[in-house]
């Protein structure tokens, strides 16, 4: 049994996503684009009508959704806030390991692209939404509302900066410590 192909528009969303994520927004072309979603010319602008543009937005939209269920999923089950903070570090080790992320795909597609008021504005909702995620979850276990702000926005800047010396290390386990640092 075949699984059907995705909508044009979803293959466009998902396929930029990846490029950008792997290559950057001014690396990668239109044609790129549409190549790698196997999508007729005239699909990119029925969907997104301003085109590049419109859909970084998507794509970074799209990237988000994928963490913020990661986010949750992570402290569904845990029993604790730094037991939901080991976990979702874990799980971004591991996504690490499986598909060699070079970078944050909302930042690689936002604050690579244009240097744009919308793109800034976008990825400053992206990030508040996933520290307004762990903050719910801090909030859950208990903690004080200043706390849980405050845990939710350490842990988000420990991923960010874990996830760079990653990079740089090309060492997965650097995400892996970050929860003994909360």
Known sequence: MTTPALPTKDRLIQSAATLFR????????????LSHAKAPKG?????????????????????????????????DGAKTFKDGATTLCFKLAKLFDLTGWDTCPIAATLFEGPDNTEFRAHASHIYEGWIAEVHDHA?????????????AENLFVLIQGGWMLARARRDSDVLRTLPALL
């Open 43 to 75: 699909s990119l602008y029925h969907h997104f009508p301003n085109g590049k543009s419109d859909l970084a937005m998507a794509a970074a939209t799209w990237a988000s959704d994928q963490m913020l269920r990661l986010i949750a999923a992570s402290f």
């Open 139 to 151: 909030e859950r276990f208990g903690l004080p509302e200043d706390e849980a702000q405050t845990n």
């Open 22 to 33: 792997t290559r950057g927004y001014h690396g990668v072309g239109l044609a790129d684009l």
